[in-house]
């Protein structure tokens, strides 16, 4: 059995996807199968479902959604007991499943290689591993569910991790010199994030690389309109835009550009994975 949650949740079976037909009970498997090999509180299970206004069945409720999701499960492996799979702990419910079958468990080693590598310098193996991070985190997570409050912090977490691995994998490919192989790519992720400072740096760098200098000095007119009034404008992109004008030879080398600082904020590659569940019980 593999557990899907980037793009919709479902639990896979051979080609066939199950998922509870239940809105609620799906809501339950999803925050269960982010946290998988995780123990989920029952208190951050009802919070989910109801907010701050649960109703006195609450519980209760939640007990048959388990019993529902218990019941698919039989059906998908009817050789195993499925109070072995999501199991009762003495403060909540843990959804048991090897790490290897869990796609966002294997999105997470992925980009923990890539960022080891990006940090040694390895531009290639940042390369390799980053692409296959971002071909299991192909889709929108949690599509098919309704979003409490953890659901859609979890949510923000992953949509934030998986930006910061785009923008260092294209990173490095600049330090690999394909300036023009990444630039159709840059052009659309720097128009769907016109505030997006990081895009547009890599954006102006590859422009000016392939001896796109007006088009490079162009994008950065757009970002100063659409960031200054606002947040102002990164002292770096300034710089880059200096040194575009001037035509500063360290431009060309494709290396990290000596007097910026590495594109990606280490926050967005870091996004902390608990080892020991997520909340308090």
């Known amino acids: 059995m593999d ?7 479902a639990l896979k079976v051979g080609d066939e996807r199950r998922t509870p037909s239940a809105p609620k009970a799906r809501q339950v498997l999803a925050l269960l199968l982010v946290n998988a090999n995780r123990m989920v509180s029952t208190d951050v299970l009802i919070e989910e479902l109801w907010a701050e206004q649960p109703p006195r069945s609450a519980l209760s409720a939640l ?5 529902q999701l218990r019941q698919l499960l039989m059906k998908i492996r009817p050789g195993e007991s499925p109070k072995q799979i999501l199991v009762t702990t003495p403060n909540g419910y843990e959804f048991r499943v090897p790490s290897e079958k869990v796609d966002l468990q294997r999105y997470e080693r992925h ?11 390895d531009s290639s193996a940042t390369v390799e591993q980053f692409r296959a991070a971002l071909h299991i985190f192909a889709a ?14 979890e949510i923000v977490r992953l949509e934030e991790s998986r930006i910061g691995v785009q923008e260092t994998r294209i990173e490095a490919e600049l330090e690999l010199g394909r300036h023009h192989e990444v630039l159709s790519e840059l052009s659309g992720l720097a128009s769907q994030r016109p505030q997006h400072e990081g895009f547009h740096r890599q954006l102006m760098l590859a422009l000016y690389r392939c001896g ?20 102002g404008l990164d002292p770096e992109l300034q710089m880059l835009q200096q040194a575009i004008l001037s035509a ?15 594109t990606t904020d280490p926050v967005l590659l870091q996004v902390p994975w608990p080892t020991a569940g997520p909340w308090k019980v």
């Open 63 to 67: 007990q048959t959604y388990v019993f």
């Open 248 to 262: 500063d030879p360290r431009l060309d080398t494709a290396e990290r550009v000596p007097f910026l600082h590495t």
């Open 111 to 121: 980009r923990l290689v890539g960022q080891q590598a990006f940090q040694a310098g």
């Open 3 to 9: 557990v899907e949650v980037l793009g919709h949740v």
């Open 212 to 231: 796109r200098r007006p088009q490079a000095l162009k994008v950065f007119n757009q970002l100063r309109q659409s960031l200054v009034t606002e947040l």
């Open 140 to 153: 929108p997570p949690l599509a098919n569910v309704r979003r409490g409050i953890h659901l859609e912090a």
